[in-house]
Every structure is written in structure tokens, then in C-alpha cells.
């Protein structure tokens, strides 16, 4: 199913679309201080480390959020691993949120994602991308409060794709939610709605090998897509470090994301 700018129906709040801030590689503390400086790698090496010169008027970058997609289902996990089991490369996201007139940290902040698995495949719609396999409703769904720092840290594995889109996971930003007894949550406002992308170099590497490999759909890479807008960090492009020697060792996401209170 291609993606436009409607987006499915949700029983939550709707708000306005929102300016956020999209800062790749930094914390909300080295934002008080300045961004890196343009031409950063969005890709490197565990243990490496930046020398970007830092510049102190790059502290607040805008960009406009996103479309929220034809696949987000309500009521999903409060978890800070979503994979239930799924094949994948391991994906460790950190994100922060903060807020874009101050660039504070906000903590207790419920960072949801959602997104597809090696296949191509949404819970909840298997069998939209021309592939067979159970469908809990639930895999590679859910979310986690900000901690005091204001980082939400997911535990994913690295998305595949399917028919018109590049490689994303969708995002959004809830405040004042009520944690429910059966593990999800209710209520609050939600903030913003994004996607996150992957640099190309890192996902073609990744496609190459098994299980993604298996997927049939031809893939369509982050310049040919319709809702990427070659913005990078601005635009939600992840910075990934590498985990290990090989792809299949997975890669850690970094992202800020500032929200309009």
C-alpha cells in the first residue's frame, strides 16, 4: 500500500501539524551548547569518535513532521522491545526528545514506533506486501516513556521495505499518558507524528544478506521516495553505528527530536 499525506483514521487526539526539531548524533546537553557542524557521517563505526567542529547558532534546526502512514494501529505496548521474536538485524534506537523553544530534555514522554519486518510486513496487515506469515497484531509495535534525560531507548530490529516506500520506521511523540494494566496506555496529547530513515549505504548492505534478502519487492532507495525529502538529520535521517564487523552484528539509531509543547 502506497503512503500519502491522509493518514488512517486514529481514535486519539489529533493536533495541528508541528514544527520539530531533528538533531542526528547529539544530546539534549550538547544541544545547549551547538549541533555538529554540516557533512557529519550519518554512518560509523562503534567506538569512533566525532570532531565536528561545534557551532554555536546550529542549536535549533526545524523541520515539519511527517505522515503518519496507512498502517498505525492504536492501544500498542508500553515495551522497550518490540521484536516478539522476529528475524532481523538488531536495531537499538535512542531518542531524544526535547523541546524546540528550549531545547530542555522532557522526560516521561511516550516515544512510539511502528514498522515493518524483514518482509515488508505490518502486523496487523500481513499479506499487503505479497508474503505469508503470522500475524500477531503486535510485532514491531510499541513504545517507552523518556527517562529523566529525555531518551527513549527501543530495542527493534532493522526494518525491510515494501512496495513505493524506502526504509523507515514511523514515530510519535505522546505527553501525559496513562499507563494501563494491560501494558498499554491511554489518554495524553499527542505532540508530533515522523518517520525516521537509514542511510542508503548502510541498507544496501543490509538487503543483501538473509533474511532481507527474501524479499521479493524491489526497494526503493531514499532518492527515489515520496515523503523523504533529501533533508537529512533535518528530515529524520537516523545517524546508525555499526555494531559489529557485519551488518548482521546490527547498528545503534540516534536521533533528537524536538516537539512543539
Request: hydrophobic share 35%; net charge negative; proline share 3%.
Amino acid at each position: 500500500m502506497h503512503e500519502t499525506s491522509t493518514s488512517k483514521t486514529s481514535t486519539r487526539d489529533t493536533v495541528a501539524r508541528r514544527t520539530v526539531l531533528v538533531a542526528t548524533g547529539a544530546t539534549a546537553a550538547t544541544l545547549a551548547l551547538g549541533a555538529a557542524a554540516p557533512g557529519t557521517p550519518t554512518a560509523r563505526t562503534a567506538g569512533t569518535t566525532d570532531t565536528a567542529p561545534v557551532a554555536a547558532a546550529a542549536v535549533c534546526t526545524l523541520t515539519k513532521e511527517m505522515t503518519e502512514g496507512p498502517y498505525y494501529l492504536d492501544g500498542q505496548y508500553v515495551r522497550a522491545d518490540i521484536t516478539e521474536g522476529k528475524t532481523g538485524f538488531p536495531l537499538k534506537l535512542a531518542l531524544t526528545v526535547v523541546d524546540d523553544d528550549t531545547c530542555a530534555t522532557i522526560s516521561n514522554a511516550l516515544v512510539e514506533i511502528w514498522h515493518c519486518d524483514a518482509l515488508g510486513e505490518y502486523s496487523g496487515y500481513v499479506g499487503n506486501n505479497g508474503h505469508n506469515e503470522p500475524d500477531s497484531g503486535t510485532f514491531l509495535r510499541g513504545g517507552v516513556l523518556t527517562n529523566s534525560s529525555g531518551v527513549a531507548t527501543i530495542t527493534t530490529v532493522y526494518p525491510g521495505w515494501y512496495v513505493g516506500r524506502c526504509v523507515h520506521i514511523h514515530v510519535k511523540v505522546h505527553v501525559g499518558v496513562t499507563l494501563t494494566s494491560d501494558g498499554s496506555f491511554t489518554g495524553g496529547t499527542e505532540l508530533h507524528t515522523g518517520q525516521l530513515f537509514f542511510d542508503e549505504t548502510v541498507t544496501a548492505k543490509v538487503g543483501a544478506l538473509s533474511p532481507y534478502s527474501a524479499n521479493t519487492v524491489r526497494r526503493t532507495t531514499l532518492a527515489q521516495d515520496s515523503i523523504y525529502d533529501d533533508g537529512g538529520a533535518a528530515s529524520g535521517l537516523l545517524t546508525l553505528t555499526a555494531l559489529g564487523s557485519s551488518p548482521s552484528a546490527g547498528h545503534s539509531g540516534t536521533l533528537t527530536l524536538g516537539v512543539e509543547r
